[in-house]
């Protein structure tokens, strides 16, 4: 079965970066969305960015735009979140997942059927 694993994640001050990445255990991704999702305390799971494993299509939410940035490591069947300026309002548990797609990135959770572990990110003010 495949599983994909996290590292990365931590404490850091405001206007700090950070970098999360996800590992699949298969190199079988290549008609996949690769999404990274976060979860705030009291508050519903988001996409924050994804990036398509084939084509490099990219998805990036409003609030993290100019300041995180997907990318993709086929070498080691890992895609990172690059995370810059990174605010209080950042804080939040943050999943990558997968989600079979030949283009389109969707947004919604059940789209994607493969989770990575979660890892916390907290950002101090």
């Known amino acids: 079965q495949v599983q994909l694993v996290q590292a990365g994640g931590g404490l850091v001050q405001a206007g700090g970066s950070l970098r999360l990445s996800c590992a699949a255990t298969e190199r079988t991704f290549s008609k996949h969305v690769m999404g990274w999702f976060r979860q705030a305390p009291g508050k519903e799971r988001e996409l924050v960015a994804a990036?398509?494993?084939?084509?490099?299509?990219?998805y990036y939410a409003g609030s993290v735009k100019g300041r995180f940035t997907v990318f993709k490591d086929k070498n080691n069947a890992m895609v990172n979140l690059q995370m810059n300026s990174l605010e209080p309002e950042d804080t939040a548990v943050y999943y990558c997942?997968?989600?079979?797609?030949?283009?389109?990135?969707?947004?919604?959770?059940?789209?994607?059927?493969?989770w990575g572990q979660g890892t916390q990110v907290t950002v101090s003010s």
């Open positions: 997942a997968a989600g079979a797609s030949n283009h389109d990135i969707a947004t919604e959770e059940f789209f994607y059927d493969h």
């Open positions: 990036i398509h494993w084939s084509d490099g299509n990219t």
